[in-house]
């Protein structure tokens, strides 16, 4: 029997919100977020997708293995499942803004969907922005912060919500210097990916559930990112293999069990293809690290 995902902590909005019974969305301020959620020193996930902006402030964000400076109007994107934490060197001044993944596909149908920003993409590199017209995304979120304190139309929240990553996809395509757009096809395959990459390993497996061919899923992906789907599949479980060795304490035999591989031998082989380190090196180098 495989053992449950269960030793990274996993932080909902209702841990923000105890005084909202079902929680869709957050917006507040980053300087008046409960002490407890000021500084996150030990990794976490989140059930969400959130921006954090930074509009004063310094410290350092960790993103699944990747350091980031916190300065001055920086934008932070995370989606479900990333494995973060932050210390702040000085007092941090700016905006949260946290949104359940059905939120934008209730409210507005399937146009407006989370598939329509790719800096929420699993295969989006970029965690972080400087943002170009920092009035311009300060307004924003002060807008939609008050509208919410108001309480008055959820339509407009909804709306003032949708404003917001309006403004970070054109600061994240002006970071690009190009207009960035992902093949929905792409959305459907990192969608399954996320859901099935402990037990489904093989592009031949995605390609069917999306009624495509192998060879045109691998077209897709070499056309995006430069690399085939079966890449893809690996990195995906690269990474979750690393977020369980540094942030859990699963031994490597129930995280290979998680993971969905039956043979010890073969799941150290994998890892150490993909990183040239095997995983109990990593895990002891990583956590040795200040």
Not at 21 to 38: I, M, R, W
Not at 56 to 63: A, C, N, P, R, V
Request: with cysteine.
């Amino acid at each position: 029997m495989r053992t449950e995902l269960k030793n990274i902590p996993i932080i909902h909005l209702k841990d923000i919100q105890k005084e909202v019974t079902n929680p869709y969305f957050y917006v507040g301020k980053l300087e008046e977020l409960p002490s407890e959620f000021q500084t996150f020193d030990s990794s976490h996930r989140h059930s969400y997708y959130a921006l954090f902006y930074f509009t004063d402030g310094k410290g350092t964000h960790s993103i699944d293995f990747q350091s980031h400076t916190i300065e001055e109007n920086t934008l932070f994107f995370l989606r479900p499942g990333q494995v973060h934490s932050w210390t702040f060197s000085k007092p941090v001044k700016g905006f949260a803004l946290k949104i359940y993944p059905d939120y934008l596909s209730e409210q507005g149908g399937s146009i407006s969907s989370f598939q329509n920003y790719p800096f929420f993409q699993l295969g989006n590199p970029t965690s972080r922005l400087t943002i170009n017209n920092s009035k311009q995304m300060k307004n924003d979120f002060e807008r939609l912060l008050s509208e919410k304190d108001s309480q008055t139309n959820s339509s407009m929240t909804y709306l003032l919500i949708q404003l917001v990553l309006q403004q970070s996809l054109k600061e994240f395509n002006l970071s690009q210097n190009e207009m960035i757009t992902i093949d929905s096809k792409l959305y459907t395959f990192f969608s399954l990916l996320d859901k099935n990459f402990k037990d489904q390993k093989t592009t031949s497996y995605y390609a069917k559930e999306m009624g495509i061919s192998t060879g045109s899923l691998n077209q897709l992906c070499q056309n995006q990112y430069g690399k085939s789907a079966k890449s893809i599949i690996q990195e995906r479980l690269v990474l979750e293999i690393k977020r369980l060795l540094l942030h859990s304490d699963f031994n490597i035999n129930q995280i290979a069990l998680t993971l969905g591989f039956t043979d010890n031998s073969y799941f150290s082989k994998f890892f150490k293809t993909h990183t040239t380190n095997s995983p109990e090196n990593f895990r002891l180098s990583k956590r040795k690290l200040p």
